[in-house]
């Protein structure tokens, strides 16, 4: 039966900026949760914000609770979505969020979770049409037709998609610990221990910063399209096939991230072309100990300049030295490259699924849950 998502929630609504903005922030108090929080399927307590009984009590219309949807509903992380983690409540959330509250005697959270991911790729062309900043309307996602099964059937088909979740939330986690390994190792090698014949100099020596470029006019693909928030969708196309360090221009300053593939970056993403051999990991342990947020050059929304990166000091290490490190971390890498790869094959392989488990192209009677 087909319906509307409005006719299947209780509340689809945005928040609203605290009044003064970051200057309410506070070091504890009620959860603000901002579009940074809200990954594809997993929400992340990186940058989560907070502010105090008085503020939360102007957001009262959009207090979060248990099992909420959230939705990125402006800019570059449009569309993403996932479920809140229950031990950041109570909560509220700002603009660039929207709640999206299921009517548990109709439907389950973790299926319009679901749902929601299959239509992104329509979720983005919606909130490209016409606007300068993408974004999405209440309406639009009110109007939403969604396949409504029974709640039984539902819990089938949830999980079913979570067994393949739960394994690339795994892989995450390894991944994870992994880097944390190799920014120790960056450390030891690089800022406890530095060498007196190193040369000091600027980023600009090392690499050659490079502005993404829009990709709303590119057929859908495998190239992984990334914005600042991470992967944005995937394309038919690479902007650029080598190793390469991306740094956020716009959004979220500090989501620096490395990739070895062809990939695509929009025009909120900086690349990188590297100027000698083994130096791509280095340069992204380097960046990503900095905290680019407070180099921030932006007034409204958080930005950075070529400037700012081009002129970053940096101790410039010998060849060696550079050699080495690439040596003791290629074999993690490897690892981080093949658990990626895996998550790939693993999403494809839920994404097919998803609208077939959901039109009832799938059968899913006889799964015991």
Known sequence: MLVKL?????KIGSGATPRGGKTAYKEQGISLIRSQNVLDYVFTHEGLAYIDEVQASRLNNVTIKSDDVLLNITGDSVARCCIVDNSILPARINQHVCIVRADKGKILSSY????????????????SSG???NALTKGMIENLEVDLPSLNEQKKIVSLLDCIESKIRCNVRINRNLLGQCDAIYRERFVVNTDALWTDGHLSELVT??????????EDGDIPCYGSGGVMRYVEKPLYNQESVLIPRKGTLN???YVNTPFWSVDTMFFTIMKMPNV???VYHFIKGKDLASLNAGSAVPSMTTDILNAMDIRIPSAEALANFE?????MYKILEYNEIENKKLAKLRDTLLPKLMSGELDVSNIEI
């Open 131 to 133: 606007a300068t900043r």
């Open 280 to 282: 791509a990991k280095f």
């Open 209 to 218: 910063v490079k502005y993404g470029k829009d990709h709303k006019k590119l």
């Open 255 to 257: 989501n620096v991230m």
């Open 6 to 10: 409005k006719d299947v929630c209780t």
């Open 327 to 331: 040596k003791i971390v290629q074999p």
């Open 112 to 127: 319009i979770l679901y749902f929601l991911q299959m239509k992104k790729s329509e979720l983005l062309r919606l909130a």
